[in-house]
């Protein structure tokens, strides 16, 4: 099975990365500018990319011929602290997370539509409960809210757009993840987060396409 994940090098990019070798499938592991833990691990099977989906770029390296799992992993959380208080946030920290978050799936998506079809294929995308209005209790945050909001919505696109074509799409909440995102202080650990996920993923097609499921199998509200 040919895997392609978006930021890779590190945290639960990483975390797929592993989880896939492990499992004997071909990983194409893309990272935006520095491969870092990804340069230590043995080249069997592993084929490394550098891709910034922020950028109308092509990604640099070869592509497969087929990809049997898309994962668009890649995220920022954009400004911390109180950057993103109804005081504070600005329209360019907006548009940047915005940018990377929501666009970024879709320049992913427009480039490797075809490989995904040709493997009657699966496409995975990270959003947050973040972005789910339903669990929005405490407001703020309005950059990441908004970008991960606006990429459930583009996935549930995706996934009415790709079903004619065999692709199943579906979107996901990978828990609150201890990673540099969350400062090391998430609920559960990276190798929790990725086995739930890779559950959801390999029975994906026994949920809606374009459904919001948790790492733990549970549908996401929004
Ligand atoms: P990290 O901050 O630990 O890692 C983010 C990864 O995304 C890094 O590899 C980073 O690359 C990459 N990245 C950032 N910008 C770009 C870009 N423009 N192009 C390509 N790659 C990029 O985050 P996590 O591992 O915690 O999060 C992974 C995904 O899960 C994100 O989409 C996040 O929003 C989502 N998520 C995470 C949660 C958590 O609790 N951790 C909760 C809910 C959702 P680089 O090293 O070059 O910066």
Known sequence: MNVLITGAN???GLGFVHHYL???CHAWACYRSNPGALADLAPEHLHLLQWDVGLDQDPLGDLPEVIDLLINNAGIYGPGKDGQSLSNITADAMLDVFNVDCVGPLRVVQKLADRVITAKGTIANLS????????????????YRAAKAGLVII?????????????????LHPGWVATDMTG??????????????????????????GQFIAFDGKVVPY
């Open 10 to 12: 590190r945290g639960i």
């Open 155 to 171: 996935s549930k696109s995706m996934a009415m757009d790709l079903a004619p074509h065999g692709v199943h799409v579906i979107t």
């Open 22 to 24: 492990e499992q004997g």
């Open 184 to 209: 090391n202080n998430g609920l559960i650990n990276i190798e929790t987060s990725v086995r739930g996920m890779c559950a959801v993923i390999a029975t994906a097609r026994n949920f809606s396409p």
């Open 128 to 143: 947050s409960k973040m972005g789910s209005s339903d669990d929005n209790s405490s407001g703020g945050t309005y950059a």
